[in-house]
T-cell receptor, first 114, second 111 residues
Framework: DADVTQTPRNRITKTGKRIMLECSQT?????MYWYRQDPGLGLRLIYY???????NKGEISDGYSVSRQAQAKFSLSLESAIPNQTALYFC?????????????FGDGTRLSIL | GEDVEQSLFLSVREGDSSVINCTYT??????LYWYKQEPGAGLQLLTY?????DMKQDQRLTVLLNKKDKHLSLRIADTQTGDSAIYFC???????????FGKGTKLSVKP
């Protein structure tokens, strides 16, 4: 979905480094999400934000932090990367609606930690 | 708690119908979704169904919902090689903003 842009698309780095993954959206959605995808485990929610001042931990937030700099931007940081954080990371957005809330995904960031 | 289960693999021949199944545990879900993930790409929303509906059809896609058994299925008619992908089912809840995803079903279409 070109309306949700993730940078970088690929990143290789070393254990202990600080990494930031960025997500920006032009959909005007209030809600943004970070997931990681591992083979056989599906998508697991790391953090989510319902608006600029509302940030919540997801299922697997340990080792990660986020920043919602503006309605359109939501970044994910790994303060000190470790090899088991090697995964495919997705950002998603959704509208503020208590009913139908489909999430719209970026194309992902493939992160490898050596 | 919420849980969404899918079988991990499905293999069909080109031209046949594919049926991908999903079960969920929480009866308070409001919408149920099907997403498609092609290799190297993000998740693409295919279709969704409101929880008070039984069926929804959209071209080659048919979604069936059995609320009593908490069972959701996605039927793809005349399956093509371009349908090869991982398919995720997901549910949402009126009281929350999150989606709960299954682990995905990898569909392989053989010529």
């Amino acid at each position: 979905d070109a309306d949700v842009t993730q940078t970088p698309r690929n990143r290789i780095t070393k254990t202990g480094k600080r990494i930031m993954l960025e997500c920006s959206q032009t959909k005007g959605h209030d809600r943004m999400y970070w997931y990681r995808q591992d083979p056989g485990l599906g998508l697991r929610l790391i953090y989510y934000s319902f608006d600029v001042k509302d940030i919540n931990k997801g299922e697997i937030s340990d080792g990660y932090s986020v920043s919602r700099q503006a309605q359109a931007k939501f970044s994910l940081s790994l303060e000190s990367a470790i090899p088991n954080q090697t995964a495919l990371y997705f950002c998603a957005t959704s509208a503020k609606d208590r009913g139908n809330q489909p999430q719209h995904f970026g194309d992902g960031t493939r992160l490898s930690i050596l | 708690g919420e849980d969404v289960e899918q079988s991990l693999f499905l293999s069909v021949r080109e031209g046949d119908s594919s049926v991908i199944n999903c079960t969920y545990t929480d009866s308070s879900s409001t919408y149920l979704y099907w997403y498609k993930q092609e290799p190297g790409a993000g998740l693409q929303l295919l279709t969704y169904i409101f929880s008070n509906m039984d069926m929804k059809q959209d071209q080659r896609l048919t979604v069936l919902l059995n609320k009593k058994d908490k069972h959701l299925s996605l039927r793809i008619a005349d399956t093509q090689t371009g349908d090869s992908a991982i398919y995720f089912c997901a549910e949402s809840f009126r009281s929350q903003g999150n989606l709960i995803f299954g682990k995905g079903t990898k569909l392989s279409v053989k010529p």
